[in-house]
């Protein structure tokens, strides 16, 4: 029997809710909706625009129940890291945007509490100032942590509205810098140390929980149930990699470019803190140990900044542009945290390269070939360490997401690594959100290894190998 399975699937630059049909031996997803995500900028920072995705969100859902009046069930998963506050079930001010400056004071607070080495050691995760620990600490000099007595990620936060019910999801929580890296459950002990009250935590749940159906305020006319998935976007792409060889690397390559390697257990020494690697929770108690690099965002901002002198210039004209370049262009370091901000990404990159005695991109063409060589590098690199801080032998790299799409990147990646890159599925977060949805109604089998080779044989990745 084909069921039908409904994904919402959050990024930080758009949304979708996709339609997924699944049997043991056929997988299927197709978007129904596609919708903006645009933070909105006010007097007291970066927000998201929380309401709007919400209405969206509740909208795609029904569409599809009309395409499809069969769907059983939905998940939703977005970015990390980012949460409302909320009291007596109710939102408390409008989610803060994780590119949000009011982190940058709060990280050394929370390093005057407990430093970084011994955070490192409590939670495994990788330095990012818009780690959830820090924004907490900024929301708690602002005053107004003391107000709260909820805490919800951006899916719970969803969940919460679809369902009432009240959770956090162990895969996204993980991000937030709270949980044991040990034991996998909130760590009171450091949350006492850092100051934050413990009470506005909600209890944890893994990805497959059934959480009920939608409450009669969403109105969609449907009696689909709300289950739960890897909600951290990340998590359920990694579910997604169409991996047959254990030996693999992947890159998920959105806005961000996650690059790193699935582990049983997480790694805490100090090179790979130095390198700043992360163990995130993954589906099925998995560790995604990767590292964070800025992604497409760095392509799409400096697109947006182009474009507000020169409407007419496009993404996909300047990506072809850029292929076919012959010139050599510097290759600058995508991994720098000075392109973490929005605004002006242009002159941030040509400003980078003459700080660094190499010469600046000339063109907006130029800027794109030297954009995609630099994340070609950054990528390589980061697989490479993924490989030698973990011990885990590499043989092939696999990228899912948007950037599957550019078969320069993927070739540069293949030259540079010097071993196949396998492209594929785009669309590998809405593919691991399905599969684990189907996986807990009993219409596939088990493993993650078998998900897999399901994704394998439904989305059969386009090779690119080594050259030279
Ligand atoms: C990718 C992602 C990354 C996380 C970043 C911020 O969409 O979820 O994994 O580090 O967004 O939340």
């Avoid at 799409?300 to 262009?329: F, Y």
């Avoid at 794109?368 to 630099?374: F, L, N």
Wanted: aromatic fraction near 6%.
């Amino acid at each position: 029997m084909i069921a039908s399975l409904a994904a919402v699937d959050l990024g930080a630059t758009s949304g979708r809710v996709m339609l997924g049909h699944v049997s043991h031996n056929h997988l299927s997803v197709r978007p129904v909706a596609r919708f903006p995500n645009i933070p909105v900028r006010t007097i007291d920072g970066l927000h998201w625009n929380i309401l709007e995705l919400y209405r969206s969100v509740v909208a795609g859902l029904g569409a599809a129940v009309r395409e499809d009046p069969a769907i059983a069930s939905v998940a939703v998963d977005s970015w990390a890291v980012d949460y409302a506050l909320m009291r007596g079930g109710r939102m408390l001010g409008t989610p803060y945007h994780y590119r949000d400056e009011r982190n940058l004071p709060a990280v050394e607070a929370t390093h005057a509490l407990v430093g970084p080495q011994e955070l490192y050691a409590a939670n495994g995760l990788q330095f990012l100032s818009f780690n959830t620990l820090y924004q907490l600490a900024a929301d708690r000099s602002a005053g107004v942590l003391d107000l709260a007595d909820g805490f919800l990620l951006i899916p719970d936060l969803f969940n919460y509205w679809l369902t009432g019910q009240q959770f956090a999801e162990q895969t996204n929580a993980s991000t937030t810098g709270l949980l044991s890296i040990s034991t996998g459950d909130w760590d009171h002990a450091l949350i006492e140390r850092l100051g934050l009250p413990r009470g506005v935590l909600p209890s944890l749940v893994t990805p497959g929980t059934p959480l009920g159906g939608l409450l009669p305020s969403v109105d969609v006319a449907s009696s689909m149930t709300v289950t739960t998935v890897g909600s951290h976007d990340t998590a359920s792409a990694v579910v997604a990699v169409p991996a047959t060889n254990p030996d693999f690397a992947y890159i998920s390559c959105g806005t961000w470019g996650l690059v790193g390697v699935e582990l049983e257990h997480p790694v805490l020494t100090d090179a790979a803190r130095a390198a700043n690697f992360t163990n995130e929770g993954g589906v099925d108690g998995q560790v995604r140990f990767l590292h964070n690099v800025m992604g497409l965002w760095i392509l799409s901002e400096s697109v947006r900044d182009w474009q507000r002198t020169d409407p007419t210039l496009e993404l996909p004209g300047l990506l072809a542009a850029a292929a076919a370049l012959a010139t050599p262009v510097s290759v600058f370091d995508a991994d720098d945290p000075t392109f973490l901000v929005p605004g002006e990404m242009p002159a941030r990159i040509a400003e980078w390269c003459r700080d660094h005695g190499v010469s600046a991109p000339r063109s907006p063409v130029e800027f794109v070939r030297s954009i995609i060589e630099s994340l070609a590098v950054a990528f390589v690199n980061a697989v490479r360490s993924a490989s030698e801080l973990s011990g885990k032998t590499v043989s092939v790299i696999h990228i899912v997401g948007g950037g599957s799409q550019n078969e320069l990147l993927c070739q540069l990646i293949a030259d540079r690594a010097g071993m196949p890159v396998l492209a594929g599925p785009v669309e590998a977060t809405a593919v691991g959100n399905v599969l684990v949805q189907a996986r807990t109604h009993g219409l596939v089998d088990g493993s993650l290894e078998s998900l897999r080779s399901l994704v394998a044989t439904a989305f059969s990745p386009r090779r690119h190998l080594p050259k030279g």
